[in-house]
Antibody
Framework: EVQLVESGGGLVQPGRSLRLSCTASGFTFGDYAMSWFRQAPGKGLEWVGFIRSKAYGGTTEYAASVKGRFTISRDDSKSIAYLQMNSLKTEDTAVYYC?????????????WGQGTLVTVSS | DIQMTQSPSSLSASVGDRVTITCQASQDISNYLNWYQQKPGKAPKLLIYDASNLETGVPSRFSGSGSGTDFTFTISSLQPEDIATYYCQQYDNLPLSFGQGTRLEIK
């Protein structure tokens, strides 16, 4: 059974950093791109970024709202994807979800974690 | 960037009703369009991919159609467990983008 479990959320002050983890099981993690999404309280879904599998270079793409502040990485030996968030702003407050793609290079997301809440506030 | 416009933003219907949600892309996205269901406090769930393909395990009362810029999501006979917010999502171009969501309520 595929499972994705996010962790690392919490309360953080503006300007500080936080690292989220997405621990995967039930599939060959290294074969799939992994993506991060977020949802501000009472708002819709927003794509944050993704990391391709090593077979496709392991490269990353980001939304403009987080580019230069957030970094996605992966450790295929541990089946974990990370979201390093620096220079956090109050508008980054959201539930953050990780998700896997259906196929190696698709934009279809078939499994999602339960989400982890990040609150940026002084 | 591709803008996705969903309508209506909210909808109230009775059990057994046919429900339709539309999603319009700001440019041609072929069939690179997915539909997700999100229940309160839960993660999104993939229902339809590539505009019209039903995800494995999803009830057949859910369907999707369309291509290019105009897409439709339909629930043929609304069930109480379908109460949720529904989102369309395009993956033709980066950045990936979602519609603003349609909140579905039981009348």
């Amino acid at each position: 059974e595929v499972q994705l479990v996010e962790s690392g959320g919490g309360l953080v002050q503006p300007g500080r950093s936080l690292r989220l983890s997405c621990t995967a099981s039930g599939f060959t993690f290294g074969d799939y791109a992994m993506s991060w999404f977020r949802q501000a309280p009472g708002k819709g879904l927003e794509w944050v970024g993704f990391i391709r599998s090593k077979a496709y270079g392991g490269t990353t793409e980001y939304a403009a709202s987080v580019k230069g502040r957030f970094t996605i990485s992966r450790d295929d030996s541990k089946s974990i994807a990370y979201l390093q968030m620096n220079s956090l702003k109050t508008e980054d407050t959201a539930v953050y979800y990780c998700s896997k793609v259906v196929a190696a290079t698709s934009g279809i997301f078939d499994y999602w974690g339960q989400g982890t809440l990040v609150t940026v506030s002084s | 960037d591709i803008q996705m416009t969903q309508s209506p933003s909210s909808l109230s219907a009775s059990v057994g009703d046919r429900v339709t949600i539309t999603c319009q892309a700001s440019q041609d996205i072929s069939n690179y369009l997915n539909w997700y269901q999100q229940k309160p406090g839960k993660a999104p769930k993939l229902l339809i991919y590539d505009a019209s393909n039903l995800e494995t395990g999803v009830p057949s009362r859910f369907s999707g159609s369309g291509s290019g810029t105009d897409f439709t999501f339909t629930i043929s006979s609304l069930q109480p467990e379908d109460i949720a917010t529904y989102y369309c999502q395009q993956y033709d171009n980066l950045p990936l983008s979602f519609g603003q969501g349609t909140r579905l309520e039981i009348k």
